[in-house]
């Protein structure tokens, strides 16, 4: 069974500073890996996805998230955030063959200080 | 395009009645999920429809839950009878089937709180 680790409940972040969010995940086959953020009292919405090719890939806001196979990680990068991206992040995988459903971490709680 | 629907968006009941949810995927898609999402967690699946059909139901405590999509659209999440852990964020997603990979939308969810 795959699982998701986001390793910081929360983080804290002054305006314009850079931000680092860590997830790792475990499986035992290939997967597929996302991030997602959720704004209050709203549903899921996806920030980038990494299904192939380039280990690098860019998103939504200024979002970019790195997938390193050896260490099963997929942290997710800003190099300058806004107050407008306080928000819970998940990461999340889902099975590239098969069961086609997401996996999440526990998230992590953006908040961006003025 | 329209996106998920769901209602209602809150709901506040007492422990041992009864609820239930309701959602709308987005038009054509065949594949509807449905999530928990309890405080301080991520969401983890109950149940996952294709069309009308069950495909995944492990993590749905059927002594008290159950879900249906009729006519394969929209769908009915319902609890019987709540218990105090039951109060969560239930989220409703859709995606398009065929390819090896379609996004899922997923829905505002409705929170509901057990008194």
């Known amino acids: 069974a795959q699982s998701v680790t986001q390793l910081d409940s929360q983080v804290p972040v002054f305006e314009e500073a850079p931000v680092e969010l860590r997830c790792n995940y475990s499986?035992?086959?290939?997967?597929?890996l996302f991030w997602y953020v959720q704004y209050p009292n709203q549903g899921l919405q996806l920030l980038l996805k990494?299904?192939?090719?380039?280990?690098l890939v860019k998103g939504i806001n200024g979002f970019e998230a790195e997938f390193n196979k050896s260490q099963t990680s997929f942290h997710l990068r800003k190099p300058s955030v806004h107050i407008s991206d306080t928000a819970e992040y998940f990461c999340?995988?889902?099975?590239?063959?098969?069961?086609?459903?997401?996996?999440f971490g526990q998230g992590t709680r953006l908040t961006i200080n003025p | 395009e329209a996106g998920v629907a769901q209602s209602p968006r809150y709901k506040i009941i007492e422990k041992r009645q009864s609820v239930a949810f309701w959602c709308n995927p987005i038009?054509?898609?065949?594949?509807l999920y449905w999530y928990q999402q309890i405080l301080g967690q991520g969401p983890k699946l109950l149940i996952q429809?294709?069309?009308?059909?069950?495909?995944?139901d492990s993590q749905l405590p059927k002594d008290r839950f159950s879900a249906e999509r009729l006519k394969g659209v929209d769908s009915t999440l319902k609890i019987q009878p709540a218990k105090l852990e039951d109060s969560a964020v239930y989220l409703c997603?859709?995606?398009?089937?065929?390819?090896?990979?379609?996004?899922?939308?997923f829905g505002p969810g409705t929170r509901l709180t057990v008194l």
């Open positions: 990494y299904l192939s090719g380039s280990t």
């Open positions: 499986s035992s086959v290939s997967v597929y």
């Open positions: 997603a859709s995606r398009k089937s065929g390819a090896t990979y379609n996004e899922q939308f």
């Open positions: 429809f294709q069309n009308n059909g069950v495909v995944d």
């Open positions: 038009s054509g898609h065949a594949t």
């Open positions: 999340a995988v889902r099975l590239i063959q098969g069961a086609q459903k997401l996996v």
